[in-house]
């Protein structure tokens, strides 16, 4: 059993940075895959980006590549988002995600533990 606690939203202007954390409760962390979700209102989930068991790999979404930075620190039991240059567009309920993969996954359906999220906003 893995609980997952995100922090670090808020209210920011485009531009912006923000850093999200999600701490994870439990001793085997780091045996999972984990990753980050977004979904705004009237929109599908969307993948934002997920890193592998040792952070060794990393993968992001499509408009996150070059201002989104995903890391892990296992001794922690804490995961990052870094979010630069912030758009209007990045505004979401984020969500962090633990699947039991030792590689990166994509796939939302794959994840079994999720969090409650933590609102990010993004003004123009």
């Known amino acids: 059993q893995v609980q997952l606690v995100e922090s670090g939203g808020g209210l920011v202007q485009a531009g912006e940075t923000l850093r999200l954390s999600c701490a994870a409760s439990?001793?085997?962390?780091?045996?999972?895959?984990m990753g980050w979700f977004r979904q705004a209102p009237g929109k599908e989930r969307e993948f934002v980006a997920a890193?592998?068991?040792?952070?060794?790999?990393?993968y992001y979404g499509d408009s996150m590549k070059g201002r989104f930075t995903i890391s892990r620190d296992n001794a922690k039991n804490t995961m990052y988002l870094q979010m630069n240059s912030l758009k209007p567009e990045d505004t979401a309920v984020y969500y962090c995600?633990?699947?039991?993969?030792?590689?990166?996954?994509?796939?939302?359906?794959?994840?079994?533990?999720w969090g409650q999220g933590t609102q990010v906003t993004v003004s123009s």
């Open positions: 890193i592998s068991w040792n952070g060794g790999s990393t």
């Open positions: 995600a633990a699947v039991p993969s030792l590689t990166v996954v994509t796939t939302a359906r794959l994840y079994r533990y």
């Open positions: 439990g001793r085997t962390f780091s045996s999972y895959g």
